[in-house]
């Protein structure tokens, strides 16, 4: 499909009525979501997140709601005082709930365990003395680089009981990725384990701290190592310990003290348009609140249901919706360790159906790889208990949000698409399912609470039936307060193309009846299976590359992943000779994989002899973009020399590519 007809589609279906999916009745029946949530929040949107705000326990109860005289720097109930890790678990067992499990926790190798919010209490408590012990305290910063466990929750939460600021590191980023983070946030500790179980195999998680840490300089003192697979690692005297040892010795009592509700809770590091990863900080009580809420209203979440968020702890929907927000509500949840797809496809569904579970939130790249398996897969499983499906961090294409509803959702289960981002915190857009008649690939309404606006370049507000970029007009309390040790940059990247709006960098519609659609980034930002990377920090890392000489990338359409990376690599003439002599695709492929983690590696990598640039010297990605999807390329008329384009789609169409 080429961009015109692609954008035509879009635009087809702003301005073409929908078929909707109304709630059914016996959905609502017995919802705690109040009918007039919205109308209240838009009629006093401050008062409406103070009420979220109070169904946290507060050790101080906040009087001020929002001082935003230091804008974009929020501040939100700055005079309260609260602790996260009490308010997911302390209050829960104090009202007699100790018993309630927290975690099913499943292991790929298909060992299983329930942890009861009382065990998930006592853990903490215990994981807390040990970091106090390793002198940590309020303030410092530990990273956290660890498989999808219940140990990752404990050592989040431990943190966070005693003021200490986690930075989790996804553990499909390299060892120069770890360096990287653990420098710019100053970490004190690093919390990994000795692997993590990955298709059977076992990813060397220590191994790749170890040489992350391997170069003097930097501010690690201890590394705490939990042990998960069979799987022997080297060890570092005096730095390394054995979190097992460390647990076994601590007491499992700890008084947790309350912090200001500014009190920063944790770091996390996402791509942007530049070479380097920022550091999104985030502080405990408008996060806590802002998260609390959406998890209830978003999912309209209920005593009995069984929740399971498929995402990984290391990207913000872990934090926010297996973590906090859970956790905070007291909900009960699955958790699982591995790939959807070992030993077979049928392990989600296993899952889904041992369990129970009743609300599955998933991303659009795993619907799609299940539509192109088969319904056969899911259909050999009763999945009846699914009363409500999620869809997170990418466009939801409307085919295989009818096929999720259908196939996975039973032909009933309403479909919450959330928007948001890193940076947001928390859902920012997503329909409520008790009261929206829902349209197969919209988001539909900012949550309550929340305002926002699709604005045109020029910054004047779009019609109805209109494209264009999407803002955020007011300040929420789940917004970062800004990017670690750099607040210029937070300024520039997201509050100054519009001046007074948080601007996503994602393009959106707005159809007749005023429903959102999300279209993707409109930046140079990849979305990849839901995850985040960046052109820029690619590039980077190819033309570190002894072989590179200049290097271009492009996100193109993926049916499945949604996007793809496909670079360009222009090779040095000195080195003509030497990647010759190797294959000198696969071996830029592992290398990105080695500086970044394997989710950069690029799909498809092309050995150009040039690359298309304007007089002024700029990269024309969009012509790339065209051969990289196999399209026409566009007007080449601002090329320096237009015959580029067509040695380089000469190439790519003869197959010059690895597969
Ligand atoms: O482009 C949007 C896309 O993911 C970006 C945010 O990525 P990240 O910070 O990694 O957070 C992902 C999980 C929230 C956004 O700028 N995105 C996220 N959710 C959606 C989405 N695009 C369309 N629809 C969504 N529901």
Redesign the pocket.
Known sequence: MSENEATTDKIERLITPLETHPPAPEFVAGTKVPADLRERAAADRLGYWAEQARELEWATPFTEVLDWSNAPFAKWFADGELNASVNCLDRHVAAGRGDRVAIHFVGEPGDTRDVTYAELHREVQRAANVLESLGVTAGDRVAIYLPMIPETVVAMLACARIGAVHSVIFGGFSSDAIRQRVDDAGAKLVITANGSNRKGRVLPLKEAVDAALERPGHTVEHVLVIERPDHEVEWVEGRDLRWHDAMAAADDVHEARAFGAEHPLFILY??GTTGTPKGLLHTTGGYLAQVAATHRTSFDLRDDDVYWCT?DVG???GHSYIVYGPLANGATQVMYEGAHDFPTLDRWFEIVERYGVTIFYAA?TAIRGFMRSGREIPQRHDLSSIRLLG??????NPEAWEWYREVIGGGTAPIV????????GAHM??PLPTQDALKAGS?QKPVPGVVVEVIAEDGRRVDPGEMGLLTITEPWPAMARGIWGDDDRFIETYWSQFPGRYF???GAGVDLDGDLW????VDD?M?VS???LSTAEIEGALVEHRFTAEAAVVGAADETTGQAVVAFVVLKESQREAAAETDAVAALREWVGRIIGRIARPRDLYIVDELPKTRSGKIMRRLLKDVAEGRQVGDTSTLTDASVMQAIAGGVAGGAHDD
């Open positions: 996402t791509s995402a990207w913000v929907t659009p869809s997170v961090g990418e466009p939801i698409d959330t928007w948001w981002q890193t940076e947001t857009i997503a988001g996503a960098g994602d999300l279209l993707g980034r930002v979305n839901g995850h985040r």
